[in-house]
């Protein structure tokens, strides 16, 4: 039964790295992935996943009015898992979708970002029950 995770950290805690090695360690054996990002990360470019030591990837760019559900449920191939980075700018209605994502498709998503905003606990913002 697949889960939706949220992994949370402080800013160079090495949660980038960790979305792309899990991506690797999948792809490896041969199992697709898809890696989303927000549209609102822009430190090198909408679309990619890129850590501070240099390593980069491209990904699915998560704008205000996309549709993350649609999207993985109209992939011509199943992935093994959806890995989503810089999570604590997702709207509500994202985390719904990715919460679809795992009940309707049985596919787990691992979910990474921020504990804390400038603001508030990103739990908060959210929604949802983070550890």
Do not use: W
Not at 3 to 18: P, V
């Amino acid at each position: 039964m697949a889960q939706l995770y949220y992994r949370y950290g402080t800013m160079n805690s090495g949660k980038t790295i960790e979305i792309l090695k899990v991506a690797y360690n999948y792809e490896e054996q041969g199992k697709g992935v898809v890696i989303m990002t927000s549209a609102l990360d822009t430190r090198d470019g909408v679309g990619y996943v890129s850590s501070r030591i240099g390593m980069k990837r491209p990904a699915v760019a998560i704008e205000e009015t996309t549709d993350i559900f649609g999207f993985i449920r109209d992939l011509p191939e199943k992935p093994y898992c959806v890995l989503v980075d810089e999570a604590q700018f997702l709207k509500r209605h994202h985390v719904y979708d990715l919460a679809r994502v795992v009940d309707e498709l049985d596919i787990p998503v691992m979910a990474f970002g921020l504990k804390m905003t400038f603001a508030m606990n990103c739990s908060k913002v959210l929604n949802i029950y983070c550890y």
